[in-house]
Protein backbone atom coordinates (compact mmCIF):
# COMPACT_ATOMS: atom_id res chain seq x y z
CA UNK A 1 0.00 0.00 0.00
CA UNK A 2 1.43 3.53 -1.25
CA UNK A 3 1.76 6.71 1.14
CA UNK A 4 -1.81 8.02 -0.85
CA UNK A 5 -3.64 5.30 -1.28
CA UNK A 6 -3.08 5.20 2.64
CA UNK A 7 -3.55 8.96 3.04
CA UNK A 8 -6.96 8.58 0.85
CA UNK A 9 -8.47 5.81 3.23
CA UNK A 10 -7.51 7.43 6.38
CA UNK A 11 -8.94 10.78 4.83
CA UNK A 12 -12.19 8.60 3.76
CA UNK A 13 -12.68 7.07 7.41
CA UNK A 14 -12.20 10.28 9.11
CA UNK A 15 -14.71 12.13 6.68
CA UNK A 16 -17.23 9.28 7.09
CA UNK A 17 -17.27 9.70 10.72
CA UNK A 18 -17.82 13.09 11.13
CA UNK A 19 -19.86 12.67 8.61
CA UNK A 20 -22.62 10.14 9.94
CA UNK A 21 -21.57 11.52 13.79
CA UNK A 22 -22.43 14.81 12.52
CA UNK A 23 -25.78 14.12 10.86
CA UNK A 24 -26.74 12.05 14.28
CA UNK A 25 -26.29 15.09 16.07
CA UNK A 26 -28.43 17.41 13.68
CA UNK A 27 -30.95 14.94 14.22
CA UNK A 28 -31.07 14.22 17.74
CA UNK A 29 -29.70 17.52 19.55
CA UNK A 30 -32.01 19.23 21.78
CA UNK A 31 -30.12 22.31 20.78
CA UNK A 32 -31.08 23.60 17.49
CA UNK A 33 -28.56 25.99 17.19
CA UNK A 34 -26.01 23.06 17.65
CA UNK A 35 -27.95 21.29 15.24
CA UNK A 36 -27.29 24.00 12.70
CA UNK A 37 -23.78 24.06 13.30
CA UNK A 38 -23.18 20.65 12.84
CA UNK A 39 -25.04 20.95 9.66
CA UNK A 40 -22.46 23.22 8.14
CA UNK A 41 -19.65 20.53 9.63
CA UNK A 42 -21.51 17.48 7.53
CA UNK A 43 -21.77 19.93 4.49
CA UNK A 44 -17.81 20.30 4.86
CA UNK A 45 -17.66 16.76 5.48
CA UNK A 46 -19.83 15.99 2.01
CA UNK A 47 -17.13 18.61 0.53
CA UNK A 48 -14.41 16.79 1.74
CA UNK A 49 -15.43 13.18 -0.01
CA UNK A 50 -15.90 15.40 -3.23
CA UNK A 51 -12.65 16.56 -2.86
CA UNK A 52 -11.82 12.45 -2.44
CA UNK A 53 -13.32 11.60 -5.66
CA UNK A 54 -10.97 14.04 -7.93
CA UNK A 55 -14.23 16.33 -8.06
CA UNK A 56 -12.52 19.91 -6.61
CA UNK A 57 -14.81 22.19 -8.54
CA UNK A 58 -17.87 20.76 -7.08
CA UNK A 59 -16.32 20.26 -3.95
CA UNK A 60 -16.09 24.50 -3.83
CA UNK A 61 -19.06 25.10 -5.08
CA UNK A 62 -20.54 22.44 -2.13
CA UNK A 63 -18.59 24.65 0.19
CA UNK A 64 -19.97 27.99 -1.38
CA UNK A 65 -23.61 27.17 -2.00
CA UNK A 66 -24.35 24.82 1.09
CA UNK A 67 -21.78 26.17 4.11
CA UNK A 68 -21.87 30.05 2.52
CA UNK A 69 -25.09 30.33 1.69
CA UNK A 70 -27.62 27.56 2.87
CA UNK A 71 -26.55 27.43 6.36
CA UNK A 72 -25.73 30.66 6.98
CA UNK A 73 -29.58 31.34 5.33
CA UNK A 74 -30.14 29.06 8.51
CA UNK A 75 -28.50 30.23 11.39
CA UNK A 76 -29.57 33.62 10.27
CA UNK A 77 -33.32 32.66 10.64
CA UNK A 78 -32.29 31.06 13.82
CA UNK A 79 -30.70 33.39 15.43
CA UNK A 80 -33.45 36.15 14.74
CA UNK A 81 -35.91 34.72 15.79
CA UNK A 82 -34.97 33.13 18.97
CA UNK A 83 -37.73 33.43 21.00
CA UNK A 84 -37.56 32.45 24.50
CA UNK A 85 -40.70 30.21 25.17
CA UNK A 86 -41.62 27.16 26.84
CA UNK A 87 -43.24 25.04 24.06
CA UNK A 88 -46.58 22.95 24.96
CA UNK A 89 -46.36 19.34 25.79
CA UNK A 90 -47.22 17.71 22.61
CA UNK A 91 -49.27 14.81 23.21
CA UNK A 92 -48.26 11.26 22.59
CA UNK A 93 -44.62 12.13 22.13
CA UNK A 94 -43.42 9.41 22.79
CA UNK A 95 -45.41 7.21 20.32
CA UNK A 96 -44.84 9.62 17.53
CA UNK A 97 -40.73 9.24 18.23
CA UNK A 98 -41.12 5.46 18.15
CA UNK A 99 -42.76 5.41 14.83
CA UNK A 100 -40.80 7.78 13.16
CA UNK A 101 -37.87 6.08 14.44
CA UNK A 102 -39.51 3.22 12.68
CA UNK A 103 -39.95 4.97 9.37
CA UNK A 104 -36.24 5.94 9.52
CA UNK A 105 -35.17 2.30 10.31
CA UNK A 106 -36.83 1.13 7.68
CA UNK A 107 -35.27 3.42 5.35
CA UNK A 108 -31.97 2.80 6.50
CA UNK A 109 -32.85 -1.33 5.69
CA UNK A 110 -33.99 -0.37 2.49
CA UNK A 111 -30.73 1.56 1.31
CA UNK A 112 -28.62 -1.15 2.90
CA UNK A 113 -30.35 -3.78 0.69
CA UNK A 114 -29.92 -1.90 -2.29
CA UNK A 115 -26.36 -0.98 -1.34
CA UNK A 116 -25.52 -4.54 -1.02
CA UNK A 117 -27.53 -5.89 -3.81
CA UNK A 118 -25.79 -3.54 -6.75
CA UNK A 119 -23.38 -4.54 -8.79
CA UNK A 120 -20.92 -1.70 -8.23
CA UNK A 121 -18.63 -0.80 -10.91
CA UNK A 122 -15.20 -1.29 -9.37
CA UNK A 123 -13.18 0.82 -9.84
CA UNK A 124 -15.40 3.22 -11.16
CA UNK A 125 -14.63 5.74 -14.27
CA UNK A 126 -11.98 7.25 -14.45
CA UNK A 127 -12.08 11.10 -12.60
CA UNK A 128 -11.81 13.90 -14.98
CA UNK A 129 -9.97 15.80 -12.51
CA UNK A 130 -9.39 19.78 -13.57
CA UNK A 131 -11.47 19.05 -16.81
CA UNK A 132 -14.70 18.65 -14.24
CA UNK A 133 -15.04 22.25 -14.90
CA UNK A 134 -15.76 22.79 -18.51
CA UNK A 135 -17.96 19.45 -18.57
CA UNK A 136 -19.82 20.26 -16.06
CA UNK A 137 -20.23 23.76 -18.47
CA UNK A 138 -20.72 21.83 -20.71
CA UNK A 139 -23.58 19.76 -19.69
CA UNK A 140 -25.45 23.06 -18.20
CA UNK A 141 -25.57 24.43 -21.54
CA UNK A 142 -26.49 20.66 -23.45
CA UNK A 143 -28.63 18.17 -21.91
CA UNK A 144 -28.97 19.84 -18.59
CA UNK A 145 -30.34 22.96 -19.48
CA UNK A 146 -33.87 22.96 -19.02
CA UNK A 147 -33.55 21.58 -15.78
CA UNK A 148 -31.10 24.80 -15.35
CA UNK A 149 -33.68 27.25 -16.63
CA UNK A 150 -35.95 25.59 -14.53
CA UNK A 151 -33.72 26.13 -11.10
CA UNK A 152 -33.32 29.86 -12.26
CA UNK A 153 -37.19 30.60 -12.61
CA UNK A 154 -37.81 28.85 -9.45
CA UNK A 155 -35.58 31.04 -7.71
CA UNK A 156 -37.23 34.13 -9.43
CA UNK A 157 -40.19 33.11 -8.00
CA UNK A 158 -38.80 32.67 -4.79
CA UNK A 159 -37.32 35.93 -5.16
CA UNK A 160 -40.29 37.75 -6.03
CA UNK A 161 -42.00 36.06 -3.36
CA UNK A 162 -39.34 37.31 -0.51
CA UNK A 163 -39.54 41.19 -1.82
CA UNK A 164 -43.33 40.72 -1.72
CA UNK A 165 -43.42 39.48 2.20
CA UNK A 166 -41.03 41.88 2.91
CA UNK A 167 -42.52 44.96 1.09
CA UNK A 168 -46.29 44.39 2.26
CA UNK A 169 -47.07 48.17 2.72
CA UNK A 170 -47.42 47.84 -1.40
CA UNK A 171 -50.71 46.54 -0.63
CA UNK A 172 -53.72 48.96 0.67
CA UNK A 173 -55.24 45.82 2.70
CA UNK A 174 -54.13 42.49 3.95
CA UNK A 175 -54.46 39.56 1.55
CA UNK A 176 -56.31 37.40 3.78
CA UNK A 177 -57.66 39.41 6.65
CA UNK A 178 -59.28 42.14 4.39
CA UNK A 179 -57.99 44.83 7.15
CA UNK A 180 -55.98 48.32 6.04
CA UNK A 181 -52.24 47.87 6.40
CA UNK A 182 -50.37 49.92 8.37
CA UNK A 183 -48.83 51.94 6.05
CA UNK A 184 -46.10 53.50 8.54
CA UNK A 185 -44.15 50.38 9.27
CA UNK A 186 -42.55 47.59 6.52
CA UNK A 187 -41.93 45.21 9.25
CA UNK A 188 -44.76 44.96 11.88
CA UNK A 189 -44.29 42.89 15.37
CA UNK A 190 -47.59 41.67 15.20
CA UNK A 191 -49.22 40.70 11.99
CA UNK A 192 -53.03 40.25 12.06
CA UNK A 193 -52.32 37.71 9.05
CA UNK A 194 -53.63 34.33 10.84
CA UNK A 195 -55.20 35.98 14.03
CA UNK A 196 -59.05 36.39 14.88
CA UNK A 197 -60.34 40.00 14.34
CA UNK A 198 -60.08 41.93 17.93
CA UNK A 199 -63.13 41.57 20.25
CA UNK A 200 -62.64 45.43 20.24
CA UNK A 201 -64.59 45.39 16.61
CA UNK A 202 -68.18 43.48 17.84
CA UNK A 203 -68.51 46.12 20.90
CA UNK A 204 -67.96 49.25 19.00
CA UNK B 1 -2.40 39.37 -26.01
CA UNK B 2 -2.00 35.74 -26.09
CA UNK B 3 1.19 35.26 -28.98
CA UNK B 4 2.93 37.03 -27.05
CA UNK B 5 2.79 34.78 -23.79
CA UNK B 6 6.38 32.89 -23.17
CA UNK B 7 6.20 30.61 -20.51
CA UNK B 8 9.04 30.15 -18.86
CA UNK B 9 9.41 27.45 -15.48
CA UNK B 10 11.64 29.74 -13.95
CA UNK B 11 12.64 28.57 -10.43
CA UNK B 12 11.20 25.24 -9.20
CA UNK B 13 12.26 24.39 -6.00
CA UNK B 14 10.51 21.42 -5.50
CA UNK B 15 11.87 19.40 -8.92
CA UNK B 16 15.44 20.73 -7.76
CA UNK B 17 14.69 19.72 -3.83
CA UNK B 18 13.54 15.94 -5.19
CA UNK B 19 16.22 15.24 -7.69
CA UNK B 20 18.54 17.14 -4.64
CA UNK B 21 17.00 13.79 -2.56
CA UNK B 22 17.25 11.47 -5.17
CA UNK B 23 21.00 11.72 -5.42
CA UNK B 24 21.08 10.80 -2.01
CA UNK B 25 19.20 7.72 -2.60
CA UNK B 26 16.02 8.87 -0.79
CA UNK B 27 12.86 7.00 -2.55
CA UNK B 28 10.86 9.40 -4.44
CA UNK B 29 7.05 8.77 -2.46
CA UNK B 30 9.71 9.85 1.14
CA UNK B 31 11.21 12.75 -0.42
CA UNK B 32 8.50 14.21 -1.42
CA UNK B 33 6.49 13.39 2.01
CA UNK B 34 9.88 15.69 3.61
CA UNK B 35 9.09 18.29 0.54
CA UNK B 36 5.39 18.35 1.42
CA UNK B 37 5.55 20.44 5.16
CA UNK B 38 8.26 22.99 3.78
CA UNK B 39 6.03 25.13 1.51
CA UNK B 40 3.37 25.19 4.24
CA UNK B 41 5.55 25.95 7.03
CA UNK B 42 7.36 28.22 4.64
CA UNK B 43 4.32 30.31 3.82
CA UNK B 44 2.46 30.48 7.78
CA UNK B 45 5.54 31.64 9.05
CA UNK B 46 5.58 34.51 6.19
CA UNK B 47 1.72 35.31 6.29
CA UNK B 48 2.73 35.90 10.23
CA UNK B 49 5.43 37.77 9.72
CA UNK B 50 3.46 39.67 7.35
CA UNK B 51 1.01 40.77 9.80
CA UNK B 52 3.54 42.24 12.25
CA UNK B 53 4.82 44.26 9.47
CA UNK B 54 1.05 45.17 9.08
CA UNK B 55 0.52 46.32 12.32
CA UNK B 56 3.47 47.69 12.61
CA UNK B 57 2.93 50.05 9.37
CA UNK B 58 -0.79 50.30 10.67
CA UNK B 59 0.47 52.09 13.69
CA UNK B 60 3.33 54.32 11.80
CA UNK B 61 0.47 55.28 9.03
CA UNK B 62 -2.16 55.72 11.21
CA UNK B 63 0.59 58.11 13.41
CA UNK B 64 1.72 60.31 10.70
CA UNK B 65 -1.89 60.97 9.27
CA UNK B 66 -2.83 62.10 12.66
CA UNK B 67 0.90 63.99 12.82
CA UNK B 68 2.23 61.94 15.96
CA UNK B 69 5.06 59.83 15.75
CA UNK B 70 4.08 56.94 16.69
CA UNK B 71 5.57 53.78 18.24
CA UNK B 72 9.54 54.56 18.80
CA UNK B 73 10.98 53.27 21.23
CA UNK B 74 10.64 49.30 21.08
CA UNK B 75 13.48 48.98 18.37
CA UNK B 76 14.34 51.30 15.69
CA UNK B 77 11.28 52.96 14.85
CA UNK B 78 9.60 51.08 16.66
CA UNK B 79 9.50 47.95 14.68
CA UNK B 80 9.35 45.73 17.73
CA UNK B 81 6.20 47.04 18.97
CA UNK B 82 4.14 44.77 16.89
CA UNK B 83 5.91 41.61 18.80
CA UNK B 84 5.14 43.74 22.46
CA UNK B 85 1.64 43.38 21.45
CA UNK B 86 1.61 39.90 20.38
CA UNK B 87 3.10 38.51 23.65
CA UNK B 88 0.75 41.28 25.68
CA UNK B 89 -2.23 38.85 24.19
CA UNK B 90 -0.32 35.89 24.70
CA UNK B 91 0.19 36.37 28.32
CA UNK B 92 -3.05 37.87 28.97
CA UNK B 93 -6.07 35.97 30.91
CA UNK B 94 -8.11 33.95 29.06
CA UNK B 95 -11.70 34.38 29.85
CA UNK B 96 -14.92 32.75 29.10
CA UNK B 97 -17.78 34.78 30.50
CA UNK B 98 -19.83 33.07 33.03
CA UNK B 99 -23.44 32.53 30.92
CA UNK B 100 -21.23 31.99 27.37
CA UNK B 101 -21.36 28.80 25.42
CA UNK B 102 -17.69 27.86 26.03
CA UNK B 103 -17.36 25.46 22.79
CA UNK B 104 -18.99 27.75 20.73
CA UNK B 105 -16.97 30.85 22.18
CA UNK B 106 -13.78 28.53 21.47
CA UNK B 107 -14.41 27.52 18.06
CA UNK B 108 -15.80 30.68 16.61
CA UNK B 109 -11.95 32.73 16.21
CA UNK B 110 -10.63 29.08 14.97
CA UNK B 111 -13.46 28.65 12.11
CA UNK B 112 -12.62 32.68 11.54
CA UNK B 113 -9.12 31.98 11.23
CA UNK B 114 -8.78 28.65 9.30
CA UNK B 115 -10.17 29.29 5.95
CA UNK B 116 -8.11 32.69 5.68
CA UNK B 117 -4.97 30.93 6.10
CA UNK B 118 -6.29 27.78 3.93
CA UNK B 119 -6.61 30.25 1.42
CA UNK B 120 -2.69 31.07 1.10
CA UNK B 121 -2.70 28.17 -0.70
CA UNK B 122 -3.30 29.29 -4.24
CA UNK B 123 -1.15 32.32 -3.84
CA UNK B 124 1.32 32.71 -6.49
CA UNK B 125 4.63 34.11 -5.79
CA UNK B 126 5.81 32.80 -9.01
CA UNK B 127 5.55 30.41 -11.95
CA UNK B 128 6.22 27.48 -9.51
CA UNK B 129 6.79 28.64 -5.86
CA UNK B 130 3.04 28.33 -4.47
CA UNK B 131 1.79 25.49 -2.53
CA UNK B 132 -0.44 23.94 -4.87
CA UNK B 133 -1.56 25.03 -8.54
CA UNK B 134 -4.96 23.60 -7.75
CA UNK B 135 -7.31 23.77 -10.85
CA UNK B 136 -9.99 25.70 -9.23
CA UNK B 137 -7.63 28.41 -7.69
CA UNK B 138 -9.84 31.60 -7.18
CA UNK B 139 -12.73 29.64 -6.66
CA UNK B 140 -11.24 28.05 -4.05
CA UNK B 141 -10.70 31.00 -2.31
CA UNK B 142 -14.34 32.50 -2.76
CA UNK B 143 -15.54 29.23 -1.57
CA UNK B 144 -13.68 29.62 1.47
CA UNK B 145 -14.17 32.98 2.46
CA UNK B 146 -17.65 31.99 2.24
CA UNK B 147 -17.03 29.93 5.44
CA UNK B 148 -15.81 33.22 7.90
CA UNK B 149 -19.19 34.26 8.44
CA UNK B 150 -20.33 30.67 10.48
CA UNK B 151 -17.28 31.24 12.53
CA UNK B 152 -18.40 35.15 13.06
CA UNK B 153 -22.17 33.73 13.86
CA UNK B 154 -21.16 31.48 16.03
CA UNK B 155 -18.80 33.72 18.54
CA UNK B 156 -21.58 36.32 17.93
CA UNK B 157 -23.78 33.84 19.29
CA UNK B 158 -22.25 32.21 22.20
CA UNK B 159 -20.83 35.44 23.91
CA UNK B 160 -23.86 35.97 25.53
CA UNK B 161 -23.93 39.76 24.45
CA UNK B 162 -26.29 41.73 22.73
CA UNK B 163 -23.30 43.78 20.88
CA UNK B 164 -21.60 40.44 20.04
CA UNK B 165 -24.83 39.05 18.68
CA UNK B 166 -25.40 42.34 16.40
CA UNK B 167 -22.14 42.53 15.52
CA UNK B 168 -21.91 38.81 14.19
CA UNK B 169 -25.20 39.12 12.47
CA UNK B 170 -23.81 42.38 10.89
CA UNK B 171 -20.53 40.72 9.88
CA UNK B 172 -22.42 37.78 8.17
CA UNK B 173 -24.98 39.95 6.34
CA UNK B 174 -21.91 42.32 4.93
CA UNK B 175 -19.68 39.74 3.47
CA UNK B 176 -22.62 37.59 2.09
CA UNK B 177 -23.79 40.62 0.26
CA UNK B 178 -20.33 41.80 -1.48
CA UNK B 179 -19.11 38.31 -1.97
CA UNK B 180 -21.47 38.21 -4.87
CA UNK B 181 -20.21 41.15 -6.59
CA UNK B 182 -16.70 40.43 -5.57
CA UNK B 183 -17.37 37.27 -7.44
CA UNK B 184 -18.74 38.14 -10.04
CA UNK B 185 -15.61 40.84 -10.98
CA UNK B 186 -13.68 37.84 -10.47
CA UNK B 187 -15.77 36.35 -12.90
CA UNK B 188 -14.83 38.86 -15.56
CA UNK B 189 -11.01 38.14 -15.07
CA UNK B 190 -11.69 34.23 -15.17
CA UNK B 191 -13.88 34.79 -18.92
CA UNK B 192 -10.52 36.91 -19.94
CA UNK B 193 -8.02 34.42 -19.43
CA UNK B 194 -10.06 31.07 -19.86
CA UNK B 195 -8.86 29.81 -16.40
CA UNK B 196 -9.89 29.48 -12.79
CA UNK B 197 -5.90 29.09 -11.95
CA UNK B 198 -3.73 32.35 -10.36
CA UNK B 199 -0.95 30.86 -12.31
CA UNK B 200 -2.55 31.22 -15.35
CA UNK B 201 -4.12 34.53 -14.38
CA UNK B 202 -0.58 35.91 -14.13
CA UNK B 203 0.58 34.29 -16.99
CA UNK B 204 -2.32 35.84 -19.33
CA UNK B 205 -1.13 38.98 -18.42
CA UNK B 206 2.62 38.47 -18.72
CA UNK B 207 2.72 39.09 -22.25
CA UNK B 208 3.93 43.19 -22.25
CA UNK B 209 4.67 44.07 -18.70
CA UNK B 210 2.98 46.57 -17.69
CA UNK B 211 0.60 47.59 -20.45
CA UNK B 212 -0.97 43.99 -20.24
CA UNK B 213 -2.15 43.90 -16.92
CA UNK B 214 -5.70 43.48 -16.23
CA UNK B 215 -6.20 46.40 -14.17
CA UNK B 216 -5.92 48.49 -18.28
CA UNK B 217 -8.77 45.92 -19.50
CA UNK B 218 -10.95 45.53 -16.17
CA UNK B 219 -11.07 49.44 -14.34
CA UNK B 220 -14.49 49.52 -13.24
CA UNK B 221 -13.59 45.69 -12.14
CA UNK B 222 -10.59 46.26 -10.20
CA UNK B 223 -12.82 49.50 -8.43
CA UNK B 224 -15.16 46.68 -7.45
CA UNK B 225 -13.26 44.32 -6.48
CA UNK B 226 -11.31 46.60 -4.11
CA UNK B 227 -14.27 47.68 -2.41
CA UNK B 228 -15.51 44.67 -2.08
CA UNK B 229 -12.66 43.19 -0.82
CA UNK B 230 -12.25 45.83 1.80
CA UNK B 231 -15.93 45.10 3.17
CA UNK B 232 -14.84 41.46 3.58
CA UNK B 233 -12.10 42.35 5.27
CA UNK B 234 -13.94 44.75 7.50
CA UNK B 235 -11.72 47.36 7.23
CA UNK B 236 -12.80 51.38 7.82
CA UNK B 237 -15.08 52.46 5.84
CA UNK B 238 -16.83 49.20 6.39
CA UNK B 239 -16.21 48.09 9.67
CA UNK B 240 -19.85 48.03 10.86
CA UNK B 241 -19.79 44.79 12.62
CA UNK B 242 -17.20 46.21 15.40
CA UNK B 243 -18.03 49.89 15.28
CA UNK B 244 -17.36 50.70 18.57
CA UNK B 245 -19.61 54.03 18.32
CA UNK B 246 -22.14 51.43 18.40
CA UNK B 247 -21.31 48.02 19.41
CA UNK B 248 -18.50 48.31 21.66
CA UNK B 249 -16.43 45.75 19.35
CA UNK B 250 -19.32 43.82 17.66
CA UNK B 251 -18.34 40.24 18.20
CA UNK B 252 -15.36 40.66 19.49
CA UNK B 253 -16.57 42.29 22.83
CA UNK B 254 -16.03 39.62 25.53
CA UNK B 255 -13.33 37.61 23.54
CA UNK B 256 -9.60 38.35 25.15
CA UNK B 257 -5.74 36.88 25.22
CA UNK B 258 -5.33 34.59 22.61
CA UNK B 259 -8.75 34.28 21.49
CA UNK B 260 -9.07 37.99 20.33
CA UNK B 261 -5.65 37.40 19.21
CA UNK B 262 -6.71 34.85 16.63
CA UNK B 263 -9.33 37.78 15.53
CA UNK B 264 -7.00 40.31 15.12
CA UNK B 265 -4.44 37.81 13.65
CA UNK B 266 -7.29 36.77 11.01
CA UNK B 267 -8.17 40.03 10.16
CA UNK B 268 -4.76 41.25 9.51
CA UNK B 269 -3.69 37.82 7.61
CA UNK B 270 -7.28 38.79 5.60
CA UNK B 271 -6.03 41.95 4.95
CA UNK B 272 -2.52 40.95 3.38
CA UNK B 273 -4.11 38.14 1.46
CA UNK B 274 -6.72 40.58 -0.49
CA UNK B 275 -4.18 42.54 -1.40
CA UNK B 276 -1.76 39.64 -2.73
CA UNK B 277 -5.08 38.45 -4.84
CA UNK B 278 -5.83 42.07 -6.04
CA UNK B 279 -2.03 42.30 -7.64
CA UNK B 280 -2.44 38.66 -8.58
CA UNK B 281 -5.58 39.30 -10.12
CA UNK B 282 -5.33 42.81 -11.32
CA UNK B 283 -1.37 44.01 -11.39
CA UNK B 284 0.43 41.34 -13.29
CA UNK B 285 1.37 39.08 -9.73
CA UNK B 286 5.03 38.50 -10.08
CA UNK B 287 5.45 40.58 -12.61
CA UNK B 288 7.97 42.99 -13.38
CA UNK B 289 6.79 46.81 -15.16
CA UNK B 290 9.18 45.37 -18.01
CA UNK B 291 8.73 41.91 -18.68
CA UNK B 292 12.37 40.15 -17.89
CA UNK B 293 12.25 37.85 -20.46
CA UNK B 294 13.08 40.76 -22.61
CA UNK B 295 15.73 42.29 -19.55
CA UNK B 296 17.85 38.84 -19.75
CA UNK B 297 17.85 38.99 -23.47
CA UNK B 298 19.10 42.90 -23.95
CA UNK B 299 21.91 41.46 -21.25
CA UNK B 300 22.68 38.57 -23.42
CA UNK B 301 21.63 36.08 -21.01
CA UNK B 302 19.33 32.94 -21.13
CA UNK B 303 16.24 32.89 -19.50
CA UNK B 304 16.88 29.29 -18.38
CA UNK B 305 20.38 29.85 -16.62
CA UNK B 306 20.82 29.05 -13.05
CA UNK B 307 21.58 32.32 -12.10
CA UNK B 308 18.83 34.57 -13.63
CA UNK B 309 16.25 31.86 -12.61
CA UNK B 310 17.09 32.92 -9.43
CA UNK B 311 17.52 36.87 -9.59
CA UNK B 312 14.09 36.52 -12.02
CA UNK B 313 12.40 34.38 -9.19
CA UNK B 314 13.31 36.59 -6.09
CA UNK B 315 12.34 39.45 -8.31
CA UNK B 316 8.96 37.84 -8.97
CA UNK B 317 8.59 37.38 -4.89
CA UNK B 318 9.65 40.80 -4.26
CA UNK B 319 7.01 42.68 -7.26
CA UNK B 320 4.25 40.23 -5.41
CA UNK B 321 5.00 41.72 -1.84
CA UNK B 322 5.99 45.30 -3.09
CA UNK B 323 2.42 45.22 -4.95
CA UNK B 324 0.76 43.89 -1.86
CA UNK B 325 1.92 46.45 0.67
CA UNK B 326 1.43 49.15 -1.80
CA UNK B 327 -2.28 48.45 -1.73
CA UNK B 328 -1.87 47.54 1.94
CA UNK B 329 -0.21 50.97 2.66
CA UNK B 330 -3.63 52.72 0.54
CA UNK B 331 -5.99 50.23 2.85
CA UNK B 332 -4.43 51.73 6.13
CA UNK B 333 -4.36 55.62 4.68
CA UNK B 334 -7.94 54.58 3.36
CA UNK B 335 -9.12 53.54 6.53
CA UNK B 336 -7.64 56.90 8.36
CA UNK B 337 -9.21 59.11 6.11
CA UNK B 338 -12.56 57.94 5.41
CA UNK B 339 -15.76 57.56 7.84
CA UNK B 340 -17.72 55.06 8.38
CA UNK B 341 -20.99 54.36 6.60
CA UNK B 342 -24.17 53.49 7.97
CA UNK B 343 -25.40 49.93 7.72
CA UNK B 344 -28.01 50.83 5.30
CA UNK B 345 -25.44 52.63 3.19
CA UNK B 346 -23.89 49.49 2.73
CA UNK B 347 -26.31 47.41 1.78
CA UNK B 348 -27.58 49.83 -0.52
CA UNK B 349 -23.93 50.42 -1.74
CA UNK B 350 -23.26 46.30 -1.97
CA UNK B 351 -26.69 45.58 -3.33
CA UNK B 352 -28.15 48.48 -5.57
CA UNK B 353 -24.35 49.77 -7.23
CA UNK B 354 -22.12 47.79 -6.70
CA UNK B 355 -24.13 44.37 -8.11
CA UNK B 356 -25.55 45.97 -11.38
CA UNK B 357 -21.93 47.29 -11.94
CA UNK B 358 -20.69 43.88 -11.81
CA UNK B 359 -22.93 42.57 -13.85
CA UNK B 360 -22.92 44.96 -16.78
CA UNK B 361 -19.50 44.70 -16.41
CA UNK B 362 -19.46 40.96 -17.14
CA UNK B 363 -21.37 41.33 -20.19
CA UNK B 364 -19.20 43.84 -21.83
CA UNK B 365 -16.23 41.46 -20.88
CA UNK B 366 -18.07 39.04 -22.40
CA UNK B 367 -18.99 40.99 -25.20
CA UNK B 368 -15.67 42.70 -25.91
CA UNK B 369 -14.12 39.09 -25.34
CA UNK B 370 -16.39 38.04 -28.57
CA UNK B 371 -15.42 41.34 -30.56
CA UNK B 372 -11.74 41.46 -29.75
CA UNK B 373 -10.39 38.11 -28.95
CA UNK B 374 -6.90 39.14 -29.61
CA UNK B 375 -6.68 41.43 -26.54
CA UNK B 376 -9.09 40.27 -23.97
CA UNK B 377 -8.57 36.46 -24.21
CA UNK B 378 -10.12 34.81 -27.20
Excluded at chain 1, 54 to 74: D, K, R
Excluded at chain 1, 131 to 140: D, Q, V
Excluded at chain 1, 161 to 179: H, K
Excluded at chain 2, 146 to 174: D, E, F, H, W
Amino acid sequence: MTIASTTELICFLVLSVTLVAGSLGVVLLPNIVYSAFLLGGVFLSVAGLYLLLNASFVAAAQVLVYVGAVNVLILFAIMLVNKKETLAAIPGLLLRRVLSGAVCAGLFALLLRVSFTTDWALPGPTPVGEEATIRIGEHLFSDYLLPFELASVLLLMAMIGAIVLARRDVFSSDVITGEPVDQGLIEKARTPLLLEKPALEKTS
Amino acid sequence: MQTFVVVTPGLDLQASFLDLLDDFGVSQGLAHLLWLPLPMLTVLVSAVVGVLVNVWLERKISAAVQQRIGPEYAGALGILQPLADGLKLLFKEDIIPAKADGLLFTLGPVLVLVPVILSWLVVPFGQNLLISNVGVGVFLWIALSSIQPIGLLMSGYSSNNKYSLLGGLRAAAQSISYEIPLALSVLAIVMMSNSLSTVDIVNQQSGAGIFSWNIWRQPVGFVIFWICVLAECERLPFDLPEAEEELVAGYQTEYAGMKFALFYLGSYINLVLSALLVSVLYLGGWGFPIPVEWLAGLLGQSVDAPLVQVITGSLGIVMTVLKAYLLVFFAILLRWTVPRVRIDQLLDLGWKFLLPVALVNLLVTAALKLAFPGAFGG
